[in-house]
């Protein structure tokens, strides 16, 4: 069982990107997912989230009116439309599965940590650059 990112790459600064996170080995309808970053140096921090049913979802700051996060259960997948990408987006991004409801302190958990058990799965990531 395990999530599996892809359609990371490079990209200039305005441009686009779908990722998607498809799970295997499971069903992703019964599930919340987020979607997570790590740039070089830093913490990881949450990006976005999807409920279950679809019927909400929230981002951080940063990436309001630029990103959308969906979902396709028939296809077992998360998608997260990234446009207007700056450099600052770019990082190696990754899903996972939430124990938690998708909220905005799932994003961002005051202690910071990551590996606790409202998450998991993580897959393997997909790195995204952001370079003129």
């Known amino acids: 069982m395990r999530l599996v990112e892809s359609g990371g790459g490079l990209v200039q600064p305005g441009g686009s990107l779908r990722l998607s996170c498809t799970a295997s080995?499971?069903?992703?309808?019964?599930?919340?997912i987020g979607w997570f970053r790590q740039a070089p140096g830093k913490e990881r921090e949450g990006v976005s989230c999807v409920s279950a049913s679809a019927h909400s979802s929230f981002y951080v700051d940063s990436v309001k009116g630029r990103f959308t996060i969906s979902r396709d259960n028939a296809k077992n997948t998360v998608y997260l439309q990234m446009n207007s990408l700056k450099p600052e987006d770019t990082a190696v991004y990754y899903c996972?599965?939430?124990?938690?409801?998708?909220?905005?302190?799932?994003?961002?958990?005051?202690?910071?940590?990551?590996?606790?058990?409202?998450?998991?799965?993580w897959g393997q990531g997909t790195q995204v650059t952001v370079s003129p």
């Open positions: 080995g499971f069903t992703l309808d019964a599930y919340a």
């Open positions: 996972a599965v939430l124990h938690t409801p998708c909220a905005p302190l799932t994003l961002a958990p005051f202690d910071g940590d990551f590996s606790k058990n409202w998450y998991d799965y």
